[in-house]
């Protein structure tokens, strides 16, 4: 069964530091998804990586995704307020025709002014 | 804004009832499907929605089940409610650009249900 594994769960960071999050995953997997949500909202769509050493980046924020070593990272640059959220990493599992996302645990992301 | 809506916001049900959530997407998200989110976890798949048949399914018993419309409209049905079954239930439909099924999932806005 596929699993996906984000650490850190919590982080705490000062407004302009750097930080990343991991997200590794068990199985073989074509799709990687970045999610973020903030309290007692839903899912907002931040990137949708499909291939080996695919790259993102919007704002602040980037992405990529190694499908060898099943890990994608989720960069922070200089680091705002405004990212404060939970963010969360999916694998896509396409057994059959099933659009089926596995979600990982979730980041916990408090930028500290 | 995902083209996704959810109904009701909020609901408050007691052990043993049933409860019918509603979702609704935007002309060509012919794929639904629906998320269990339990307060500190990530969502978990319960099931899909395709053309109005069920294509997938997650470790849910068959007291949670669905329909999908021809409008596409859907809607997840939870029998003989659990005080576990407390969660935002979140749906996630897939728009046609140029007529193909893009890679990415649009989340409604969730359903928060409470279980006494």
């Known amino acids: 069964e596929l699993k996906v594994e984000q650490n850190p769960l919590f982080l705490s960071m000062q407004e302009g530091k750097n930080y990343t999050i991991y997200c590794n995953y068990s199985?073989?997997?074509?799709?990687l998804y970045w999610y973020r949500q903030d309290p007692g909202k839903s899912l907002e769509s931040l990137f949708v990586?499909?291939?080996?050493?695919a790259v993102k980046q919007e704002g602040r924020l980037m992405a990529s995704l190694d499908t060898k070593a099943r890990l994608s990272t989720l960069h922070i640059t200089a680091a705002v307020h405004d990212l404060s959220a939970t963010y969360f990493c999916?694998?896509?599992?396409?057994?059959?025709?099933?659009?089926?996302?596995?979600f990982g645990t979730g980041t916990l992301l408090a930028v500290q002014p | 804004e995902t083209g996704v809506t959810q109904s009701p916001t909020h609901l408050i049900k007691t052990r043993g009832q049933q409860v019918t959530l509603r979702c609704s997407s935007q002309s060509g998200h012919n794929t639904v499907s629906w998320y269990q989110q339990a307060l500190g976890q990530g969502p978990q798949f319960i099931f899909q929605y395709y053309r109005e048949e069920e294509n997938g399914r997650g470790n849910f018993p068959p007291r949670f089940s669905g329909l999908q419309f021809p409008n596409y409209s859907s809607e997840l049905n939870v029998n003989a409610l659990e005080l576990d079954d407390s969660a935002l239930y979140l749906c996630?439909?897939?728009?046609?650009?140029?007529?193909?099924?893009?890679?990415?999932?649009?989340f409604g806005p969730g359903t928060r249900l409470t279980v006494l």
């Open positions: 999916a694998v896509g599992n396409y057994g059959g025709a099933t659009n089926k996302l596995i």
């Open positions: 996630a439909s897939k728009p046609l650009v140029g007529g193909l099924s893009t890679d990415t999932q649009y």
């Open positions: 990586l499909l291939s080996n050493g």
């Open positions: 199985t073989t997997s074509d799709r």
